[in-house]
């Protein structure tokens, strides 16, 4: 069963390996954040079948939560509610490069999905996103997902980063929930608010882009 897991995942690097989508080199970063809009990561979540895929996405959108964050996860960390709607179930957090972290209330959503995975994986001790190898999953790996996911729906390739999903928190929650920067602060563990500020800028730049756009609808 291993050799044929093992065949299948080399089969699967061999074909990334030719696609031009995971090949090409990437353009110099610009200093404009790149994040996904509505319609985008809706059509990312919901192409998505996988049950640890799914939760690792929906944790990572929800929670602005980088690559390096998500390996770091153990099930120790995970404390379902009593709740069937999920929306008492908590996650303890260690957020780096200085971000706060801590004891989290989840997202329904985030928890839910969550909640299907661990009853695929069982409470065995240990990370709670594991690889078929039962060894915590990686940064790399999971850039890979995301560009897999991204090339499936047609996502742009410049947005087919990990850490996209983390932009994408902070700038759906001021343009979308209209959430104040002090709660996008907070939700996101900025220990700086300059940090979410970012999100306020690009919403508004978002903002001005589509009224140039509509100037001339008639």
């Known amino acids: 069963m291993m050799r044929k897991n093992i065949g299948k995942l080399k089969t699967s690097q061999t074909r990334e390996a030719g696609n031009p989508y995971y090949q090409t080199p990437e353009p110099k970063p610009q200093q404009r954040y790149k994040y996904l809009i509505t319609e985008e990561i809706e059509a990312l979540l919901a192409c998505i079948t996988s049950m640890r895929d799914r939760a690792i996405f929906r944790l990572a959108y929800q929670h602005?939560?980088?690559?390096?964050?998500?390996g770091k996860i153990q099930m120790t960390d995970y404390r379902p509610g009593k709740s069937k709607?999920?929306?008492q179930d908590r996650l303890v957090i260690e957020r780096l490069k200085g971000s706060i972290g801590g004891d989290t209330r989840l997202v329904p959503a985030a928890a839910v999905a969550i909640r299907h995975w661990v009853k695929k994986r069982?409470?065995?001790p240990?990370?709670?996103?594991?690889?078929?190898e039962g060894?915590?999953?990686?940064?790399?790996?999971?850039?890979?997902?995301?560009k897999r996911y991204c090339l499936?729906?047609?996502?742009?390739?410049?947005?087919?980063?990990?850490?996209?999903?983390?932009h994408t928190c902070g700038t759906i929650m001021l343009s979308v929930l209209k959430e104040s920067v002090a709660h996008v602060q907070a939700h996101l563990g900025h220990a700086?608010?300059?940090s979410t500020?970012?999100?306020a800028k690009l919403t508004e730049q978002a903002n001005e882009e589509r009224a140039a756009r509509l100037r001339n609808w008639r």
């Open 122 to 124: 069982g409470y065995t």
């Open 126 to 132: 240990g990370p709670l996103f594991i690889t078929r």
């Open 152 to 166: 499936r729906v047609g996502i742009p390739r410049e947005k087919a980063h990990f850490h996209t999903l983390k």
């Open 64 to 70: 602005g939560l980088r690559a390096s964050e998500i």
């Open 85 to 87: 709607a999920a929306d």
């Open 192 to 194: 700086d608010i300059r």
């Open 197 to 199: 500020m970012v999100y």
């Open 135 to 146: 060894t915590p999953i990686g940064q790399r790996q999971l850039d890979r997902l995301m």
